[in-house]
């Protein structure tokens, strides 16, 4: 059975600091993994996947995020901050034969100025 | 492009009565289906998923079904409300055939059980 692991359930940082977002998770086969944002009251909107290749990916709003098989982890980063990145991240992961993704339980961005 | 509508976007409703929630796909044919539920403060649990018209697969026992009458059609539904029930309520569609698509979100229902 495949899971995911978000250490940090919340994570304060100033505005224009660099942030890491941590995502462990557990699969004995290849996986795919995503990482989503969610602002108040709103849905799910994807900022990047992992499917194959490099292992680092570049996402929307200046997010990356990096595969580590030997880790099994898939770190979220971003190097400046800002006030509007403030909102829940969820990572993600897939695996070939599985129809639905299998979720985090989140971890709240505070950006401060 | 594709759209995925969920409506309401609140509902109030009390403890007994029955529950409707809508969910609707624009721009794609036969996507697979999902309600997921989030509690306060918590991360997102999978109600049901649907591969096709009349086709449901519910991953946890609870008081709520789920119907798909029309091929872009997603229905959350329950015949008697708990307190349990209050959340956050999301429907997302994927592209069916390839287990690495991402999964596409609406807006979400805010669901009040008062």
């Known amino acids: 059975a495949q899971s995911v692991t978000q250490l940090d359930s919340q994570v304060p940082v100033f505005e224009e600091a660099p942030v890491e977002l941590r995502c462990n998770y557990s699969?004995?086969?290849?996986?795919?993994l995503f990482w989503y944002v969610q602002y108040p009251n709103q849905g799910l909107q994807l900022l990047l996947k992992y499917l194959s290749g490099s292992t680092l990916v570049k996402g929307i709003n200046g997010f990356e995020a990096e595969f580590n098989k030997s880790q099994t982890s898939f770190h979220l980063r971003k190097p400046s901050v800002h006030i509007s990145d403030t909102a829940e991240y969820f990572c993600a992961v897939n695996q070939p034969g599985r129809r639905a993704l299998t979720f985090g339980s989140g971890t709240r961005l505070q950006v401060q100025p | 492009s594709q759209t995925i509508h969920q409506w309401p976007a609140t509902l109030v409703q009390p403890v007994g009565s029955p529950l409707s929630l809508e969910c609707t796909v624009e721009?794609?044919?036969?996507?697979?289906l999902y309600w997921y539920r989030q509690a306060a403060g918590r991360g997102l649990q999978l109600l049901f998923y649907?591969?096709?018209?009349?086709?449901i697969s519910s991953e946890v026992p609870q008081n709520l079904s789920a119907s798909r009458p029309q091929d872009r059609q997603f229905i959350l539904s329950s015949k008697k409300l708990l307190l349990s029930d209050s959340g956050f309520y999301l429907c997302?569609?994927?592209?069916?055939?390839?287990?690495?698509?991402?999964?596409?979100f609406g807006d979400g229902t805010r669901l009040s059980i008062l």
């Open positions: 721009g794609t044919s036969n996507p697979n």
């Open positions: 699969s004995s086969v290849s996986v795919y």
């Open positions: 997302a569609w994927s592209l069916k055939g390839l287990d690495n698509q991402p999964q596409h």
């Open positions: 649907s591969v096709g018209i009349g086709q």
